[in-house]
């Protein structure tokens, strides 16, 4: 092998792993940013399943938005039901929402997060911000302010909005729909339920 040739693999497999070494930081910045869209969904999850048991029996009688209920079957770990039988999603979530309120962890391995005890729920943080506005808000600004407020809480959009519909489906907002856009008020009863409180 001639000292040119030589010269000319060494420069290739030095451009080789100089690619492979970018493509696995940009690997490693997506897998990042998943994780923390994962974690802000998994204490969105927490919140609601806390919330449901709250309100109780009358919660089960409530549909859940399509997403959320999807996503809280998924993000529960549950022990393996018998092939004949399935368990219901309030008995999955039971164990989950009780080591959330003990400031517990929830699920196995690598995924345990520690819940802050005093943290208020997400849906309260948003229905808080409602009672301050007559008219209804798009899920964007309640976003923006809720950050502004808490800086410690960086839900996603998707986040906001799920747990939006969520309350939605509790009958403590309601949804407006005006041309495109999608914006949240506070139910009457809610709006004098939250000045009492203040």
Known sequence: ??????????????EQAASDLEEN????????????????EEAL????????????????????P????????????????????????AAKAAPAAKAARAGGTSGGGAGRVRRAANRPL????LTQLLGT???PRPAKELREELMAKHPERTP?????RNTLEALVAKGRIRRHKQQRSVM?????????????KS
């Open 1 to 14: 092998m001639t000292s040119q040739s030589a010269s000319t693999l060494r420069s290739r497999y030095v």
């Open 66 to 89: 399509e997403q959320a209920h999807g996503e809280a079957e998924f993000a529960v770990p549950a022990e393996s039901p018998a092939p004949a039988e399935k368990p219901a999603p």
């Open 133 to 135: 506005y007559q008219e």
């Open 25 to 40: 930081r940009r690997v490693q910045h997506e897998l990042a940013e998943r994780i923390k869209v994962l974690r802000q």
């Open 122 to 125: 997400l849906g309260d943080l």
């Open 184 to 196: 949240y008020s506070l139910v009457p009863s809610a709006r004098s339920a939250a000045a009492a």
């Open 45 to 64: 999850l927490l919140d609601i399943l806390t919330l449901a048991e709250r309100l109780g029996p009358s919660a089960e009688s409530a549909p859940l």
């Open 156 to 160: 996603t959009p998707q986040v906001v």
